[in-house]
């Protein structure tokens, strides 16, 4: 089964934490780079941070530069991404994602298969 499944998602004051999870299938998890993305209500779907599994190196937007971080537990094909000092302005749905390479300017059509979403909502 082709698959990716996040969690973790819910509601947060700001500057509170919140980790998300993203399982994935063992298919998926043969190619290289994960990746978390986000869509705020009335925006564009954004890349946020990606995983590069070859080397473990990791990619970061500046807007969240900084205060999240990406992980991986390759024994539980599992991505996670820690979100600390979380603003109103991170509201949105995050979705995981996986590509065979992570392109640097996070565009979107690189990754082929994504999972369902989880809503992080902020409060002021």
């Known amino acids: 089964q082709v698959q990716l499944v996040e969690s973790g998602g819910g509601s947060v004051q700001a500057g509170g934490s919140l980790r998300l999870s993203c399982a994935a299938s063992r298919y998926i998890w043969t190619t290289k780079c994960m990746g978390w993305f986000r869509q705020g209500p009335g925006k564009e779907r954004e890349g946020v941070a990606f995983f590069y599994r070859p080397d473990d190196s990791t990619y970061y937007s500046n807007s969240v530069k900084g205060r999240f971080t990406i992980s991986q537990d390759a024994a539980a094909n599992t991505v996670y991404l820690q979100m600390n000092s979380l603003k109103p302005e991170d509201t949105a749905s995050y979705y995981c994602?996986?590509?065979?390479?992570?392109?640097?300017?996070?565009?979107?059509?690189?990754?082929?298969?994504w999972g369902q979403g989880t809503q992080v909502t902020v409060s002021a």
């Open positions: 994602a996986a590509a065979s390479w992570c392109p640097r300017d996070f565009r979107t059509s690189a990754f082929s298969f």
